[in-house]
């Protein structure tokens, strides 16, 4: 699915992103209202510090699907399971904890639907390990 965003957004992100302060507070709503998520620093030559940001339109559609939803939670339990063949068996409290740090979200619910091929990704490579035992 593909966005548009509006030529004004850009600029005001731009600049935003020059300042080092956050875009100016619009009314909640408003049309290209944008929710901006910084992903990584990266640092380049010269010391130069780029911050790496990904935006979502904030149109109601930062929400990940019923079914992704179960996906994810069905990975999270087959690691469980997996794991506790292991000598060293986890909990889903553990693989959860583990998932929020690596996205840097506080609930799954919260994951951008755009990361979700990124977020399943990782929990396969954790279901791989658990299933050698090195969780």
């Known amino acids: 699915m593909e966005r548009e965003i509006e030529e004004g957004a850009i600029v005001k992100l731009r600049e935003a992103l020059n300042e080092g302060s956050g875009p100016e507070p619009q009314p909640e709503g408003a049309p290209g209202d944008l929710k901006i998520v910084a992903r990584e620093n990266v640092i380049v030559g010269n010391n130069n510090k780029v911050h790496l940001v990904t935006v979502y339109s904030a149109a109601g559609d930062d929400a990940l699907t019923p079914e992704r939803k179960q996906r994810l939670k069905g990975l999270v339990s087959d690691i469980v399971r997996v794991s506790k063949r292991s000598p060293r068996p986890?909990?889903?409290?553990?693989?959860?904890?583990?998932?929020?740090?690596?996205?840097?979200?506080?609930?799954?619910?919260?994951?951008?639907?755009?990361?979700?091929?990124e977020a399943e990704a990782y929990l396969k490579m954790l279901y791989a390990r658990a299933k050698k035992g090195s969780l």
């Open 90 to 117: 986890t909990s889903h409290q553990a693989v959860w904890g583990r998932f929020q740090r690596n996205f840097r979200i506080n609930t799954y619910h919260a994951l951008p639907p755009p990361v979700f091929p």
